[in-house]
């Protein structure tokens, strides 16, 4: 698969098989986020895989009840590390450069999985005070995404996308 068509193909996937992920599949997929762009190479991101059925179930109650979370039999939770961004970049590391590391570590994962025949779909909205109890999460760490990865049991159809032309503007916002 090229990365052309890992782009375009991959879905968020919110219906998964009853099936394990092998541990070396999540590590091909973590491994993946070690080679995503980040700020000065300092890669200012953590990942926290949660495969306990009891943790994800409390994990989908930090997420609003998004009961496919506790479906997924493994969890992703991408996080910033803002301690080690900020030791180079001060507070624009803080604010802004480690969650940039983690977005982008995210999204080489999302797409690894992709390509090994996962699906994953990037959560955003969770209780961030509740999922940092559940996880341990030490105050340098900032939770950016949960993604639930597995076996896909769905094969949505690709979204509407906007056209380039609606947001590509050249040597001006015009």
């Known amino acids: 698969m090229n990365v052309f068509e890992a782009i375009s193909g991959r879905r968020s996937i919110r219906k998964f098989k009853k099936e394990d992920v092998s541990d070396e599949l999540i590590r091909k997929v973590v491994n993946a986020g070690i080679w995503a762009p980040s700020a000065g190479n300092v890669q200012a991101w953590e990942v926290v895989i ?15 009840m998004r009961d496919f979370i506790a479906e997924a039999p493994v969890v ?30 995210t999204q080489n994962m999302l797409l690894a999985a992709y390509a090994l025949g996962l ?25 950016v995404a949960l993604v639930p990865m597995g076996y896909p049991d769905e094969k949505p159809y690709p979204p509407t996308r906007r056209e380039p032309e609606e947001f590509i503007h050249m040597e001006k916002f015009d």
Request: charged share 30%.
């Open 76 to 105: 992703m939770v991408s996080c910033a590390n803002m301690e080690r961004s900020s030791a180079v970049y001060s507070e624009r590391g803080t604010d802004l450069y480690c969650i940039q590391d983690a977005a982008c570590a």
């Open 119 to 143: 699906g994953t779909c990037w959560v955003g909205s969770f209780d961030e005070e509740l999922l940092r109890d559940l996880i341990d999460l030490p105050n340098t760490l900032k939770p």
């Open 50 to 64: 949660v495969q306990d059925e009891e943790k994800r179930r409390k994990i989908s109650e930090a997420a609003y």
